[in-house]
């Protein structure tokens, strides 16, 4: 409690703790990333090969992927990506964005993604002022980072993070580091229940699935972390900014309509600025309400 303190009353001193963990955190997301959707599809594979009764010996052999096995290598020459060029940000620009191995080029996005997560992170505590809240909203700006590029990539929001994101949520405001468990209870609820609505609506309308079930939960967990009253301001921001894409896609990459786009990222930055600016937002959203 001390160390927090000391954190706590030493702005500078805590910017720059947050700056490096999140530097280190989002290094870390890359591989949840990664390798997340990856576990997700050998789960479903075994579950599928279990219940068609296939025999073992006809079943799929393939490593197992976790989060820590197998080590990180080169995609281009298998070359193991040793400890110091594992170095968030630093490594990528030591090496010239090349592998050591073969000279091939590597990613932007690992280093954009860890600048990302540090800068979103020191930007929350900021806004928020040094608080016990500013840093438990931390694990809800990194959980938005992975879930907004894992949408991105494959369309996917797993349930391994946007379950225990909103039981997080409704935890932390029943013990006081959020709003009112109350608010955050019927926020949970009415985020579901709200693009469940909305899914069954448009099958029912149409026999076509507008929407996955990972948006419902999504939605969820922000009612759980922001509270019921911030939900519309939410659906209506990621509604507006995903039509706004969606459209410009269309018109400038001919992106077909039947070709779906994933709506976890626009839910992922509407949820972080109400989580920045949710008085703000809950102001203008209630004035307008009232006229």
Sequence with gaps: M??????????????????????????FLNVVILRLPKMMQ???????EAFLEIAEDQRKQEP???LSSPASTCPSCGHKIRAWENIPVISYLFL????????????????????????FSVLTVFIIGPSATALWALVLVWALVALTVIDFDTQLLPDSITLPLMWLGLVLSYFGFLGEFTSAFWGAVAGYLSLWS?????????????????DFKLLAALGAWLGW????????LSSVVGAVVGIGL???RKHGREVPIPFGPYLAAAGLLCLWFGAEIQGFWFGVLGG
Excluded: N
Excluded at 204 to 214: I, N, P, Q, R, S
């Design 2 to 27: 001390a160390t927090l303190d000391l954190f706590l009353s030493t702005p500078w001193l805590l910017y720059l703790a947050v700056a490096l963990v999140s530097l280190c955190v989002g290094s």
């Design 42 to 48: 050998q789960e479903w594979r075994c579950q599928c």
């Design 64 to 66: 197992p992927v976790t």
């Design 96 to 119: 010239g964005g090349k592998c050591s191995g073969c000279k091939a080029p590597i990613s932007v996005r690992y280093p954009l993604i860890e600048a990302v997560t540090a800068i």
């Design 198 to 214: 909305v899914y069954w609506l448009f099958k029912l309308a149409t026999g076509k699935e507008g929407m996955g079930h990972g």
């Design 229 to 236: 009253e911030l939900l519309p301001a939410v659906i209506l």
């Design 250 to 252: 269309m018109v400038f």
